[in-house]
């Protein structure tokens, strides 16, 4: 059964960023294939709790099928789901019921959109915030609220595209934004110019040495001598090698015990990661949360053909695909001073090559609409199935990492 509801959906994901820019939940959009299909909620409710189970993170559903929304509302997801609810069925009374039992069970609702007609009285208590689309948003550019506007609960803005975005969004009282905001002007402007962008910091740097020394197979004396210059990436490293992501059956105590542990090649891959995220900016947070999962979901895009070393560099490829944005250059500059495999080279500077198709997908599940997401499914010959059961097992395990 579950098979058949990730066969007959396309799903993406976003972030919901607070004001102190730290991820709270996941957006989880859920657009269905075929308009108008039956789709089995409890089977939806069943694939969302792999990833996000009862008592863990939250997740907040935005459903594009009416129909599969309607039957959600009765469904008794657990109380970490969080329900998006178009204001036109907020404010249909068929709806009160459903809509106060979730209240009750403790699930957060939002309501999505502006209502064209008064809600229920004993409605609007139910819902904690709103969604305002940025493009709708009439506090845009105003300094005072419009006549007639009054808002009673807060609201979360959606459609955030950018850090001045999500600055304003916070300047206009929004409690949390929705999107990605990391298409900044200043670093679509540099990857053309190839300017040479940020000073990078003493902690990036070593970073940097490390995976150069690494690519050598440098003795284990000289790396750890390099990784001492900052314990506290050393020790970040070490969460890193030992969480559950990872795997492993004994836990890592040192970094030459990794080494001897995992070998170069595989040593090289948590160093990417490492780099990644290790931006101290606040306003880089959503760049670090998408770069770890698309480094997830690539590899596990390739992870049924078993090949290790294509799986590898597409993790590599995924995780670094946002650092034009992080160190404010383009690919072309940063990749003189980091080694990756050919087939990486071609995909982030030229966009080109075998994994171009890969990064097409990652951008697409990243977006709001259903198309782009056909498109890259096309581009790899895969199916929807497939690429949501890889979505969801790259959510799943990116989450173990934080």
Not at 287 to 304: C, D, H, Q, S, Y
Request: charged content about 20%.
């Amino acid at each position: 059964m579950s098979d058949s509801i990730l066969s007959q959906v396309a799903l993406s994901y976003s972030p919901m960023v607070d004001r102190l820019r730290a991820v709270t939940a996941t957006r989880l959009t859920v657009f269905p294939l075929v308009p108008g299909a039956p789709l089995d909620a409890g089977a939806l409710l069943a694939e969302i709790a792999t990833v996000w189970p009862q008592g863990g993170a939250q997740v907040s559903l935005n459903v594009l099928s009416e129909n599969l929304l309607q039957d959600l509302l009765v469904a008794a997801p657990s109380s970490n789901v969080m329900i998006e609810i178009p204001a036109f069925m907020a404010a249909d009374e068929n709806h009160t019921e459903a809509i106060k039992v979730l209240h009750a069970s403790g699930n957060t609702l939002l309501i999505k959109g502006r209502p064209l007609r008064e809600l229920p009285r004993e409605v609007l208590p139910c819902f904690r915030h709103s969604i305002i689309a940025l493009a709708d948003d009439r506090r845009v550019g105003e300094s005072d609220l419009p006549s007639g506007v009054k808002r009673t609960i807060g609201y979360v803005q959606s459609g955030v595209r950018t850090i001045a975005d999500m600055e304003g969004s916070f300047a206009r009282g929004a409690t949390a934004v929705l999107g990605w905001p990391m298409d900044d002007v200043f670093a679509q402007e540099a990857a053309k110019s190839g300017d040479k962008g940020k000073t990078v910091g003493t902690d990036l740097q070593v970073i940097v040495e490390l995976i150069h020394r690494v690519d050598q197979h440098e003795p284990i004396e000289k790396l750890e001598a390099t990784l001492r210059r900052d314990p506290t990436l050393a020790f970040k490293l070490m969460r890193y090698i030992n969480s559950p992501a990872f795997g492993l059956s004994v836990e890592i105590s040192s970094f030459r015990h990794a080494i001897m542990m995992l070998g170069y090649n595989r040593l090289k891959r948590w160093l990417a990661l490492l780099l990644a995220t290790a931006s101290k900016d606040a306003n880089l947070k959503p760049v670090m949360f998408a770069a770890v999962r698309r480094g997830m979901l690539m590899e596990e895009l390739v992870r049924p053909l078993g090949d290790d070393e294509m799986k590898g560099e597409l993790f590599i490829c995924g995780v670094f695909s946002l650092l034009d944005r992080m160190f404010h250059q383009s690919f072309a500059e940063l990749l003189k001073t980091l080694p990756v495999p050919e087939r990486v080279y071609q995909a982030l500077a030229e966009n080109s090559g075998p994994y171009q198709p890969y990064c097409a997908l990652v951008k697409a599940v990243e977006g709001d609409e259903l198309e782009p997401i056909r498109q890259a499914c096309d581009g790899l010959l895969s199916g929807p199935k497939e690429i949501n059961r890889a979505l969801l097992q790259a959510l799943a395990t990116a989450a173990q990492l934080e």
